[in-house]
C-alpha cells in the first residue's frame, strides 16, 4: 500500500527490517488496545516477546502518538474504541504521526464497512476479535512477512456506504465528536453547553457544521449516523 506525504507525494512503505524465512524483526511494538489477555495471545501468536522487544501499551491516543520513532520496524496495533473520541479520525492522526511505521487495526466485532475504509486510509491489516483461530493466525502471518493487505472485503453497497460514512466522521474535530455523541445521547443544546463550558451559541454553531460535513438536513439524520456508527 502507497502513502501520500504532506505534498501529496507518495511514501512506499517495505518490508522493513527481513529476519530469517522473510519475517520482519519488529523493534518496537505500540499497543492501544484494552484486552491484555486478547493482545498477550496476539503477540504469542508474532512471536513476539516483552524481554527481548520494547511493547509500549497506550491508554490514550495522544499517549500512541509520541510513543515510537517512525520505522518501518515499529509496529502499531490500534483499537478505535481504546482511544476513545477519536472514532476513525485517529486513524489519520496516527498516519500524520507515522508514514513509515505499520500499523494494524484493531476491531472488536466484524465491520467490514470500516475496514474497507481503513484500508483505504493508511492500514496494513485489519484483525476481527471474532475471528476464528485459523483466521487470526493467518492474519498474523501476514503481519510477520510484512506483506499488507489489499481491500478484498466485497464492495457491495451496504459496505460501501458504511465506508463512506466513517470518511464523513473522520473529517470532525475532536469538539465535534464530542458533541455528536451528546447529541447521540438525547443531551439539548442547552446541556451540552453546560457540559462543555461553552455558549449555547457556540453549541449551534458546531452542531450546523456537524451536519454539514455528514451531510445531513436535520439533527436526527446526524443522530441516526451516531447510534449506527458510534
Known amino acids: 500500500m502507497l502513502l501520500l506525504d504532506d505534498i501529496g507525494g507518495e511514501v512506499r512503505r517495505g518490508l522493513g527490517h527481513q529476519g530469517e524465512q522473510g519475517t520482519v524483526n519488529y523493534r518496537t511494538i505500540v499497543l492501544a488496545e484494552t484486552h491484555p489477555i486478547f493482545t498477550e495471545c496476539l503477540l504469542g501468536m508474532l512471536g513476539i516477546k516483552r524481554e527481548y522487544t520494547p511493547v509500549l501499551d497506550c491508554t490514550t491516543l495522544d499517549q500512541m502518538l509520541s510513543a515510537a ?87 457491495s453497497d451496504a459496505v460501501i456506504e458504511r465506508s463512506t460514512l466513517y470518511s464523513k466522521l473522520a473529517n470532525l474535530t475532536p469538539k465535534q465528536m464530542t458533541i455528536l455523541r451528546y447529541l447521540r445521547d ?45
Request: glycine share 4%; hydrophobic share 40%; proline share 1%.
Open 69 to 155: 520513532p517512525d520505522r518501518e520496524d515499529t509496529l502499531l496495533f490500534l483499537n478505535l474504541d481504546a482511544t476513545a473520541s477519536r472514532g476513525s479520525a485517529a486513524l489519520t492522526d496516527v498516519r500524520k504521526a507515522y508514514k513509515h511505521a505499520r500499523l494494524v487495526l484493531i476491531c472488536d466485532e466484524a465491520d467490514t464497512g470500516l475496514a474497507h475504509y481503513a484500508l483505504g486510509n493508511g492500514v496494513d491489516w485489519v484483525l476481527y476479535k471474532t475471528a476464528s483461530v485459523s483466521e487470526l493466525r493467518s492474519t498474523t502471518k501476514r503481519i510477520k512477512t510484512g506483506i499488507a493487505d489489499d481491500i478484498t472485503v466485497e464492495e
Open 186 to 230: 438525547g443531551l439539548l443544546n442547552k446541556q451540552i453547553a453546560y457540559e462543555l463550558s461553552l455558549t449555547e451559541a457556540t453549541v449551534k454553531h458546531h452542531i450546523s457544521l456537524i451536519l454539514k460535513k455528514l451531510n445531513c438536513y436535520r439533527r436526527t439524520q446526524a443522530v441516526a449516523i451516531a447510534n449506527r456508527m458510534m
